[in-house]
């Protein structure tokens, strides 16, 4: 790893053309470290369990959705006829009816938040954002570029926003409005803020709008028993976003974003690309579409099912093996962020443990199997053993 802004010297980009041998060595030797190292990379939300090897034939051609993905353009490199099935798609799954919501693939969650909270603030202009404590850091940088006021309420032990305190926070803002941006899967602890109970509590300050952060677990819920209740089955929904290189495993980072249509009426054109665009960036990715596309049509609604309640199942089977070497493990309703008390930092270091405080946590994505928890948990228990066997005073 490597912590400087100067690069490995074997890295260095040179005056004259490298020897292609040697840029091949160097792309296959990273390639080969990634996958031999990800099986054992437990703390973070990225399905590594995939292949697109066999689509190469991608990587020969450029794919550009400039603008809207419903808007004609004169470029012909877009695979916007694509994006718009991905869109439609996920629309159904968030209890929308598709042909009410304007949606597209952004290049991650961060921007697919940013976009539905702007979508709120430009409807409520002197609403503040509010965020429970554990929503995501990048929260707090889209109220910084907005030059919004962003208010933290207080989440609860497990990680959910403080609805009591939410009230009260409101009615100190009385007329102003609130866009509330309510979370489905925390980062660290898998947390989901209750949606019904935040819309309620938010009129206290006058009308709301709330955005969804489900960039965790947008591909988990659809498949729960919360399933007709979640997204914008709820009417002071506006937006949300679901991170898609997460649960379903993606090569490259992307997300959907999804806003009910009449939200969504400033319309920019881009006189130069002659569509219309009320996107976020200019150029974005096709690839993503495309990719996107063919992941979930070739799972289809029942593959992700199971992918999510694979996914569900092998939470439980890691709360149950890490309480068997005794580091108290929990788990949130409907979640698969399992977490537990923070081991020493070279267990951390070797299963890339996600750490804040006194708890670490692993995610059980897709490419985590039972073996690997097993592997951790005799880690555990062989460090709890050496630290027995260490302590002072023992004899
Ligand atoms: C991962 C995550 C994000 C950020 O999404 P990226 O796709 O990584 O930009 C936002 N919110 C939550 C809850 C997340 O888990």
């Known amino acids: 790893m490597y912590w400087s802004n100067s690069s490995h010297p074997s890295l260095r980009i040179d005056r004259f053309p490298a020897p292609e041998e040697d840029l091949l060595t160097q792309v296959e030797t990273f390639v080969s470290g990634m996958r031999d190292e990800a099986p054992v990379v437990l703390g973070y939300p990225g399905n590594l369990d995939f292949s697109f090897s066999h689509l190469a034939g991608l990587l020969d051609i450029f794919v550009n959705n400039v603008g809207d993905p419903g808007s004609q353009e004169t470029s012909a490199v877009s695979a916007k006829h694509m994006e718009r099935a991905v869109v439609e798609f996920m629309a159904e799954l968030a209890n929308a009816d598709p042909a009410a919501i304007y949606g ?46 962003l208010v933290v309420v207080n989440s609860d032990r497990y990680g959910s926003m403080d609805v009591a305190q939410l009230h009260q926070l409101c009615r100190r803002a009385r007329g102003r409005g609130a866009v509330v941006l309510a979370t489905v899967g925390t980062t660290m602890t898998g947390a989901s803020d209750d949606v019904a109970a935040i819309a309620e509590a938010a009129t206290a300050a006058g009308e709301v709008y709330v955005h969804v952060d489900a960039a965790l677990n947008g591909l988990i819920i659809p498949f729960t028993e919360e399933r007709d209740r979640w997204g914008f089955a709820h009417p002071s929904v506006g937006s949300l976003a679901v991170s898609m290189h997460k649960a379903l495993g993606m090569p490259v980072a992307c997300a959907v974003a999804l806003c009910r249509s009449e ?19 200019c150029s974005r990715s096709g690839l993503a579409s495309v990719l996107l596309w063919y992941a979930l049509a070739r799972k289809g609604a029942a593959g992700l099912a199971r992918n999510a309640w694979r996914a569900l199942d092998m939470a439980r089977y890691a709360v149950d093996r890490l309480q068997q070497v005794g580091t108290n493990p929990w788990l949130n309703p409907l979640s698969i962020v399992v977490v537990f008390d923070r081991p020493a930092e070279w267990v951390c270091r070797r299963f890339h443990l996600a750490t804040d405080g006194s ?37």
């Open 104 to 149: 597209y693939v952004t290049a991650g969650g961060s921007e697919a938040n940013l976009f539905g909270l702007d979508r709120g603030c430009a409807l409520l202009p002197d609403a503040a954002i509010y965020c429970s404590a554990d929503a995501h850091y990048s929260i707090r940088k889209s109220a910084r570029l907005m030059r919004r006021e």
């Open 263 to 281: 939200m969504v009426q400033t319309r920019v054109e881009g006189e130069y690309i002659s569509a219309t665009d009320a996107t976020l960036s």
């Open 359 to 395: 708890y670490a946590h692993l995610v059980t994505v897709g490419h985590v199997t039972t073996d690997v928890i097993d592997e951790l948990c005799d880690a555990l228990a062989a460090d709890a053993e050496s630290r027995r066997l260490a302590a002072p005073g023992r004899r």
